[in-house]
């Protein structure tokens, strides 16, 4: 029999389903990590190392379940176990614990008790039906604050790379549209101390923000401003506008209109910065912004994730030229444009 002509041979490197079955057991993985957050574990590790016992008298838990999850969480490598003993492994202890450089159980609280529902949704919404699932407009306050806890628990080092990375100081009047709980707005102000800063937010997130702002000492720097940007125009007298995750939230119709929106509440020269998942032109890398685009789709309904390519001619459209792409931080980038 003729071999067929397209197939080479790779004796070396024989197929095997472990891709398929990696990915396929992707979501056992994340709920073990996401309920491990919930019962408390890498909170009761960050009081120090502890037995299976030990641990479930702190947590008021049954050992044997509690075990399992323990366990799932060594063998995927997030924690540790000496002979029987649990501790935090040096991924854990910088992410989990509240002590290390960053604190993601805000974001695995998100994602459990808000993303991972709305997931059960995905094959609907993709069918192009509309998922029977709650709109952010339609969450409990409780809810509400674990969105926004949760997105600026994630988007953190992306603030940090943004305030690292892009030189504020020609500017003298920021405004952060939809800027969740102004997290963006506290870490750029640490170094640029000379901005007046504008946080423009839907009122249930203002109410979150609010509460968060008064444990800084930029209180009296940012300006809250309740509206909505699909509805009403955006406040005039900024001379840098910052759209962090925004744009993704919407349909190309919205983009444009809000795009329109921010071009006519800016003198010509004002910068707008656009951080997002940026993607190459076939939409499929960075990789992780290729699997977001389904999270967006559910969370707005209408969202997306969009190229360069794609933001350069809406920019074109709308009154702004692209002045560049730079990366920030994983697969968060900057783009820079400026009005026209
Ligand atoms: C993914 S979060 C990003 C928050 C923040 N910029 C960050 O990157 O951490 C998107 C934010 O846009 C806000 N938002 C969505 N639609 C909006 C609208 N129509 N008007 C004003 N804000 C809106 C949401 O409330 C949410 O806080």
Redesign the pocket.
């Known amino acids: 029999m003729s071999e067929l002509p397209d197939t080479p041979a790779k004796e070396s490197q024989p197929l095997t389903s472990e891709p398929i079955l990696r990915i396929a057991s992707g979501f056992l993985a994340a709920k073990q990590l996401f309920v491990a957050n919930e019962v408390g574990l890498f909170d009761a590790l960050s009081r120090g190392p502890a037995t299976l016992n030990e641990l479930a008298t702190q947590l008021h838990l049954p050992a044997r379940t509690l075990r399992i999850v323990a366990d799932a969480l060594v063998a995927l490598g997030i924690i540790e176990r000496r002979d029987k003993t649990y501790a935090h492994s040096a991924v854990s202890y910088a992410f989990l614990s509240g002590s290390g450089s960053d604190d993601l159980r805000p974001f695995l609280r998100f994602w459990n008790r808000l993303s991972y529902p709305n997931w059960m949704h995905y094959e609907q919404a993709i069918r192009g039906e509309t998922p029977r699932i709650r709109t952010?407009q339609e969450w409990t306050d409780e809810e509400?604050r674990i969105?926004?806890e949760g997105?600026?628990a994630?988007?953190a080092s992306?603030?940090r790379a943004l305030a690292e990375s892009y030189d504020f100081h020609p500017h003298v009047r920021l405004i952060?549209?939809?800027?969740?709980?102004g997290?963006?707005l506290v870490t750029i102000l640490e170094r640029y101390s000379q901005l007046e800063c504008t946080l423009?937010?839907?009122p249930?997130?203002l109410a979150v923000a609010q509460q968060k702002l008064s444990r800084t000492p930029f209180t009296h720097k940012i300006t809250l401003m309740p509206?909505?940007?699909?509805?009403v125009p955006l406040p005039p007298g900024h001379d840098v506008i910052?759209?962090?995750?925004?744009i993704?939230?919407?349909a190309p119709d919205n983009i444009r209109h809000l795009l329109r929106r921010a071009r006519q509440a800016v003198p010509m020269g004002a910068r707008l910065l656009l951080?997002d998942f940026w993607t190459d032109a076939t939409h499929t890398s960075p990789t992780f912004a290729a699997l977001m685009a389904g999270e967006f789709l559910l969370?707005?309904r209408e969202g997306d994730v969009y190229s360069v390519e794609e933001i350069t001619q809406w920019l074109q459209e709308t009154g702004w030229k692209l002045n560049e792409h730079r990366p920030l931080a994983g697969p968060a980038s900057l783009v820079v444009a400026e009005a026209c």
């Open positions: 952010p509400s969105f926004s997105v600026e994630i988007t992306t603030a952060d549209v939809g800027g969740g709980t997290s963006f423009f937010e839907l249930s997130v509206g909505d940007f699909l509805q910052l759209m962090a995750n925004v993704h939230l919407l951080v969370v707005s």
